[in-house]
């Protein structure tokens, strides 16, 4: 990844009719980065990646790919190329005509586009595949044919429709490290469109969250999860407690606030944070609450309660806790160490909680 | 087999219906083997002069090429008109669609009788003779909405990201057409052609008012069958036509299968 920009984009906004799909999108793409537009279904973020590709034009604002303004450039003149959601593999074609396709056009060599076939589809482990039918593929095939026809155009960009949504969990998995490594090797900026936040961490090195047609905050996904913007990302991205809390001193980067049910805490104030006011909102992520029959040492903050629900996940065990005075059941995971469910419902419990767990999520009037 | 123990009128009743829908139908090739100029029963005995004087009639042969040619042409610009119309409803939204689709359809329920006698009317009035060319053009008319509709089967399944996938690859919009929607529409383009070119080849009302002194064949076998000493070779005729266009449509459903199912 370098510190130059390879996709610009400035102030774009798109309109269906009466309905703002995009507004005001401002994203600049590093070049070599593997970057991610997260965000629930119909948040805008496939028509911020077919603006990209060219496939939809934008009313407003400009979009350029490495240096080159992109408004009177159609799809089929630009240097970036797309991976389908359904991988649109050609029904009448074999595999190496699949990936041949767009190579007809640049005027090579027979020879020339056959090392280059099979240099494609070397990549995505699919070697010597070429003269296999469509229909004779497997998902996972089709998956890497699509990925094989999109690289071996050289792209500057890749950009990918929820590539990964419909292949088994398993085989989704094995993906994600995959195509991760392959686009490490190559250098190629990859923008990737997904609702699956854990595909998005484990393969960005950052991540633009996307809400109504806004992008909301990007960054690298550690600093997504531990400093949200604010309570929409924080819930999109990880789970989330959330409590309300007053500010009653600050400076220094840090400030006193009294927490709901845990008391006075001093915690980080969070630069992603817009406003902040008295009425604050903060956070706490599940696993990095301590739980206890008995208090727990060494902790800032505590708050006894009763558990009211145990879900038993595998690698991981959620309690959730009800106590006086929050208005909602706060959830705690433990990993699963020594395959003991320690708490039952109904039992009585200690939460403890660190300074640095608490996230500062902003004035709680704008969430 | 459970059904039928259960129902036995159903069984019956379904007997009857084919019966009556296909016998008369199985006659006409069985009588055009009869040696004997009327047709009735006691069947006189087998021969095969009727199919061997069909070659030497002149007029015959040439209501035989009007036919081709009718039916070629017809079913060239239905299934080009279809191919657009079917991609265009399948794929856009757009004001009227709906109301376009109802009038592409409109032929199948209009009477053929009325179709014939105001096209002629308009035709005259245009300054246009009856002839082939206007028989083509009545036939068109008539054939569209199977064209239209086997098309639109075929644009159905057919993933509109194929499209975008081939122009994101760096083909033209033409070179799309022609490199990935023309070949995966195909069958039901094949499809088409047959069902149209049946449909014309088939067709008597509109030929009959329109097609002047260019008889077609189901016009000129009209005329002949008002003579009863032509009526057996009229038979053979119409066993053969009968034949060509059973195994017409039997591959054009074969061809329309594949159409939708390869994508």
Partial sequence: MSDQNIIEISGVEKRFGTFTAVSDLNLDLKKGEFFSLLGPSGCGKTTALRMIAGFQDNDKGSISIDGQDMADIPAN??????????????????????????????????????????????????????????????????????????????????????????????????????????????????????HDQYEAMTMSDRIGVMFAGKLAQVDRPDVLYARPCNRQVASFIGGMNFLQARMVGDGGGQM????????????????????????????????????????????????QGEVSDVAFYGESVHYHIRAAGLDETLAVAVPNYFHTVDHQRGDTVWLGVQNASVIDLGAREHQ | MKLLTRFPWLFVYAIAYLVFLYLPVLLLPLFSFNDGTIVAFPMKGFTLKWYAGLGGQETLLQAMVNSLIVGIVTALVATSLGLFAARAYVRYRFKGKELSEGLVMLPLVIPGIIVASSMLVLFISLGLKPSLTTVVLGHVFLALPFAVSIMKSAFDDFDQSLEEAAFDLGESIIGTF??????????????????????????????????????????????????????????????????????????????????????
Avoid: C
Wanted: glycine share 8%.
């Fill in chain 1, 77 to 194: 003149k630009r240097p970036a190329n797309m991976v389908f959601q359904s991988y649109a593999i050609f029904p009448h074609l074999n595999v190496g005509d699949n990936v041949a396709f767009g190579l007809r056009k640049l005027g090579l060599s027979k020879a020339e586009i056959k090392t280059r076939v099979a240099e494609a589809l070397g990549m995505v482990e699919l070697g010597g595949l070429e003269t296999r039918k469509a229909d004779e593929l497997s998902g996972g095939q089709r998956q890497r044919v699509a990925l094989a026809r999109a690289l071996v155009m050289r792209p500057k960009v890749l950009l990918l429709d929820e590539p990964l949504s419909a292949l088994d969990k398993n085989l989704r998995e094995a993906m994600q490290l995959e195509m991760r490594r392959l686009q490490q090797k190559l250098g190629i900026t990859f923008v990737m469109v997904t």
């Fill in chain 2, 178 to 263: 022609r490199r990935v929607t023309l070949p995966i529409v195909a069958p039901g383009i094949v499809a088409s052609l047959l069902v149209t070119f049946t449909v014309s080849f088939d067709e008597f009302v509109l030929a009959f008012f329109l097609s002047g002194n260019q008889p077609t064949l189901p016009v000129y076998i009209w005329s002949q069958i008002r003579f009863p000493a032509k009526l057996p070779n009229t038979l053979a005729l119409g066993s053969l036509l009968l034949l060509a266009s059973v195994l017409l449509l039997l591959t054009a459903e074969y061809f329309r299968r594949r159409s939708t199912k390869s994508a």
């Fill in chain 1, 256 to 303: 006193d606030v009294d927490v709901q049910g845990f008391g006075k805490l001093t915690i980080g104030v969070n630069p992603n944070v817009e406003i902040h006011d008295t009425d604050l909102l903060v956070g706490v992520r599940p696993e990095q609450l301590e739980i206890g029959a008995e208090k727990p040492d060494g902790y800032d903050g505590y708050l």
